[in-house]
């Protein structure tokens, strides 16, 4: 291998760094918060109108939100904003209240957490990451490839059980 070639493939490795200990702790929460998230929407979504705890949601995800400002604010922390900012920050709270809603009417009208829940999110995660790469210009590789037909497998698998 050329020190040419050595080097791409180094770099090309640092950029998908999950093994940064604090990229893997985020992403172990993330995992963790998702997981629990779904949990506890299956279980709300018979014993709250869909609505109701769409509301609900919405207002504990303020709290932890505003609570977390504060406690960088207090720490110093500097903050940017741009409109460009502002508008992609309002479509996220747009597509998480509505990723809400549906989950919540799959599930009240007798989704079941472990077929839903799995098919649901491997499907967005390959539709996420295929927008990273056609509009964001992220790198595709064969492997990238490769996961999305193992990924479309698996949903198969847990959808037919």
């Known amino acids: 291998m050329s020190n040419r070639s050595h080097s791409q493939t180094h770099t090309r490795f640092q950029r998908v760094d999950l093994l940064n200990t604090s990229t893997f702790l985020y992403a172990l929460g993330a995992l963790v918060f ?46 940017r904003v741009t409109a460009g900012g502002l508008i992609a920050a309002s479509l ?11 989950l919540s009417r799959t599930f009240s009208s ?9 098919a649901i999110r491997l499907s967005a995660l390959v539709l996420a990451s295929a927008l990273g790469i056609t ?27």
């Open 135 to 161: 509009i964001l210009g992220e790198q595709i590789t064969w492997r990238w490839v490769f996961g999305v037909g193992v990924t479309f497998v698996g949903v198969y698998f847990i959808v037919t059980r």
């Open 34 to 79: 998702l997981a629990l998230a779904d949990f506890f929407l299956k279980v709300a979504s018979t014993r709250i109108s869909n609505q109701l705890g769409t509301l609900v949601y919405a207002g504990a995800a303020l709290i932890v939100a505003a609570i977390w400002v504060a406690s960088e604010k207090f720490s110093g922390a500097d903050f």
């Open 110 to 118: 007798g989704g079941d957490l472990s077929v839903a829940a799995p």
């Open 92 to 102: 996220v709270g747009v597509c998480f209240a509505l990723v809400v809603v549906f």
